[in-house]
């Protein structure tokens, strides 16, 4: 949502650029100094842009809706800027513990379980002894264990259980789950290294991008410093009208690459914190109580 707030600012000034360009065509082609077709293609260019500021605008609002949804209530006209900070917090340069990675919690949590019934499996095989203890005691009369008089009867007894034979049923069992727990090992490391993989695309992704950013900007310049050239000489009748509409389109194309390189580093680190289980940290979410769940370190 924040992304296309920053591409609508980016789509107005594209308007009001155009706008002013148009507005001097028509000046100058009143007074005889151009021709008609300078009005005629900045009324052109001035349409693609509105038509741009409206589709800017259609995604903005789809996204503040989505937005709600995930919310679950009003939300305020405006989204603030994530914090610089967060790009030291993901602590990108650091190798997060292996017991920490959300995917691999879960494969060891399914590798535990294959072990578990592994086990089990295991423990049928031989007998079970179980110990089975009584206590009676008749209240006015005799019992009839002993045949005293109110008196007190316990009794101990010990069972033995054993499948003699089930068909080799005990013995399948027992290599399933043992294939299950071997199964589950390579999960683990398979998702390491895939979780790893990731982890690594995404932090270049954020330093290339970040270094991208930083020759967008000085593009940028360079273009806003063209179009004031274009200006002066179209004033003097060396540059033409299309010299100004492609300047003004080039510095639009330009802050709208900067605006979606930015925001596309903004989403890797948000992407790498997640993979790499910070982000209850990151996001201050431990000891915190979310929609009736505590979510504890």
């Not at 591409?7 to 507005?23: D, M, P, T």
């Not at 996204?63 to 800027?81: C, F, I, M, Y």
């Not at 330093?207 to 273009?223: C, H, K, S």
């Amino acid at each position: 949502m924040r992304r296309y707030q920053e591409l609508k600012k980016i789509a107005e000034q594209q308007v009001s650029g155009v706008a002013r360009i148009l507005e001097i065509t028509r000046l100058r082609a009143r007074a005889g100094i151009s021709s008609q077709a300078d009005p005629v293609q900045a009324q052109a260019r001035y349409e693609g842009a509105q038509a741009t500021l409206l589709q800017t605008e259609t995604a903005l609002n789809q996204w503040r809706e989505k937005l709600r949804t995930l919310v679950g209530g009003a939300l305020p006209r405006q989204v603030t800027d994530i914090p610089a900070v967060l790009v030291q917090q993901a602590q990108l340069y650091e190798n997060p513990p292996i017991n920490t990675l959300p995917d691999i919690i879960a494969a060891e949590s399914a590798r535990r379980e294959a072990q578990a019934q592994r086990q089990n499996a295991h423990a049928r095989r031989y007998p079970t002894l179980a110990v089975e203890g009584s206590v009676s005691r008749a209240i006015n009369g005799r019992n009839p264990s002993n045949t005293d008089d109110d008196g007190t009867y316990s009794s101990v007894m010990f069972a033995l259980n054993s499948n003699l034979s089930q068909g080799g049923a005990l013995s399948a069992a027992e290599r399933a789950a043992s294939y299950a727990e071997q199964a589950a090992r390579a999960r683990i490391q398979a998702t390491y290294l895939d979780v790893t993989d990731q982890a690594r695309s995404f932090r270049e992704q954020i330093l290339g991008a970040q270094r991208r950013l930083d020759v967008l900007a000085d593009r940028e310049q360079a273009i806003i410093q063209t179009r004031e050239l274009y200006q002066e000489q179209y004033k003097l009748g060396t540059r033409t009208a299309l010299d100004l509409l492609n300047s003004e389109q080039e510095i639009h194309l330009a802050a709208t690459d900067r605006e979606n390189t930015r925001y596309d580093i903004w989403n890797n680190v948000v992407n790498y914190i997640a993979i790499t289980g910070r982000s209850r940290a990151v996001y201050g979410l431990n000891n915190t109580t979310i929609q009736g769940l505590d979510i504890q370190p």
